[in-house]
């Protein structure tokens, strides 16, 4: 079945800074890959998502990239801000429509 | 709209005991899941529905029942807790569209200890 591993487990920058998380899949059949973001005490929210039929999205600060030969994907945040630091999850979506498999999640500190 | 909501938010429960969370949501959507939440080990799938009166397995089944009598309500059943069920669980709905789009909506969490 499908695994997906996310790196890395903790990332502290600098407030305006760039921050980067990548993801690896393993199911070539996976052809949805959201990102979700879980604020201290709430459940997991999406922010951004891509299909494999696109290399690349962006909605204002964060973008999300695929790289389907290689099998990996990453998010990517700009210009960082305080309401920035959360948990971050990518997943991937098999064949079958109903389940998401998950990645271990990113914890983002922005640092003032 | 409330989205998805979750009761209770905390449960503290003593070994062999058992207890039921609920989770309900408003946006009549077809598919809804459980997961439980530990640390470094994201989120993992105890079990789905995708409609009323059907409920599936899904990767960490074991110790849980569940039901979906009514298309909004989703019951996750602990029948003899262990202190390995410590965790947090959320659940979640959804309504997948083509392309494998499936966009889901989390409740805040239920905050279980076994002990």
């Known amino acids: 079945g499908e695994n997906v591993e996310q790196h890395p487990s903790t990332l502290s920058v600098q407030e305006g800074d760039s921050a980067v998380i990548k993801c690896t899949y393993s199911?070539?059949?996976?052809?949805?890959f959201p990102w979700y973001k879980q604020e201290l005490g709430k459940g997991p929210q999406l922010i951004i998502d891509i299909r494999s039929n696109v290399g690349e999205k962006k909605d204002q600060r964060i973008a999300v990239t695929l790289n389907k030969t290689a099998k990996h994907f990453s998010l990517h945040i700009t210009e960082t801000q305080p309401e920035d630091s959360a948990v971050y999850f990518c997943?991937?979506?098999?064949?079958?429509?109903?389940?998401?498999?998950w990645g271990a999640g990113t914890k983002l500190i922005i640092k003032p | 709209n409330a989205g998805v909501t979750q009761t209770p938010k905390f449960r503290v429960l003593k070994t062999g005991q058992s207890m039921t969370l609920l989770c309900a949501q408003d946006m009549n959507h077809e598919y809804m899941y459980w997961y439980r939440q530990d640390p470094g080990m994201g989120l993992r799938l105890i079990h789905y529905s995708v409609g009323e009166g059907t409920t599936a397995k899904g990767e960490v089944p074991d110790g849980y029942n569940v039901s979906r009598l009514k298309k909004q309500n989703f019951l996750l059943g602990l029948e003899s807790a262990a202190p390995s069920q410590t965790s947090v669980y959320f659940c979640?709905?959804?309504?997948?569209?083509?392309?494998?789009?499936?966009?889901?909506?989390f409740g805040p969490g239920t905050r279980l200890t076994v002990l």
């Open positions: 199911d070539s059949a996976s052809n949805y």
């Open positions: 979640a709905s959804s309504r997948p569209l083509a392309g494998g789009y499936n966009e889901q909506f």
């Open positions: 997943a991937a979506s098999p064949d079958s429509n109903y389940q998401l498999i």
